[in-house]
């Protein structure tokens, strides 16, 4: 069965910390890969993606992903947190047409 | 500029009472869609559609329906919401390909 998976439910960093929000996943293929953040009560919006090529891919507020094959896993990463990124983020894999499947999400907060 | 409005922000409707929630958007994409998140929960999709062509989710209940009159307008109708369909909805639109989903902000529906 197709499924993405964030193993944690929340991730706590100090500002100024790097941070790492984990995802893995199972699909047959070479699938798309995203990332989304949502603050409270707003829709997500897209952070950054991975279709082909460096598998590191930069994205949006200076977060990154690096992809990684063999583990099957796609982390999310900033070198220096922020408080601002507080909220909930989710991994998304697209495994062939219009379908799209997301992680549980995970929660970070960032503390001052 | 706004790219997904949705419409109203906050809707509060009476058990069984029909309601109706609208998307527009400005990007002129060919796929939007209807995702129904609860509790921070991931967003689970209800239906699609790729221009006009509509795609249900085999676990959508019948309860919800769409319609899509043109590129830009999409609409969820809930024939019957009970207290189990309070919950954020949430719009998003893509182009054709592997290509990221852009959200509304979401309304979230309330069912006394």
């Known amino acids: 069965a197709q499924s993405v998976a964030q193993p944690e439910d929340q991730v706590n960093v100090a500002e100024g910390n790097p941070l790492t929000v984990k995802c893995t996943y199972s699909?047959?293929?070479?699938?798309?890969l995203f990332w989304y953040v949502q603050y409270p009560n707003r829709g997500l919006q897209f952070l950054l993606k991975y279709i082909t090529g460096d598998n590191l891919v930069k994205g949006s507020y200076g977060f990154e992903a690096e992809f990684n094959k063999s583990q099957t896993s796609f982390h999310l990463k900033k070198p220096s947190a922020l408080v601002s990124d507080s909220a909930l983020y989710f991994c998304a894999v697209g495994p062939g047409g219009f379908k799209t499947i997301f992680g549980a999400g995970t929660r970070l907060f960032v503390k001052a | 500029d706004a790219m997904v409005i949705q419409n109203p922000r906050y809707q509060v409707t009476q058990f069984g009472k029909p309601v109706t929630l609208s998307c527009s958007q400005t990007l002129n994409h060919n796929v939007m869609y209807w995702y129904q998140q609860k509790s921070s929960q991931a967003p689970k999709l209800l239906f699609h559609?790729?221009?006009?062509?509509?795609?249900n989710e085999a676990d959508t209940p019948d309860n919800f329906q769409s319609r899509r009159p043109n590129t830009s307008f999409c609409f969820l109708d809930i024939r019957s919401p009970g207290l189990g369909d309070a919950a954020m909805y949430l719009c998003a639109t893509s182009g054709t390909g592997p290509y990221e989903q852009y959200f509304g902000p979401g309304t979230r529906l309330t069912v006394t």
């Open positions: 559609y790729y221009d006009k062509d509509f795609n």
């Open positions: 699909v047959s293929g070479n699938p798309y």
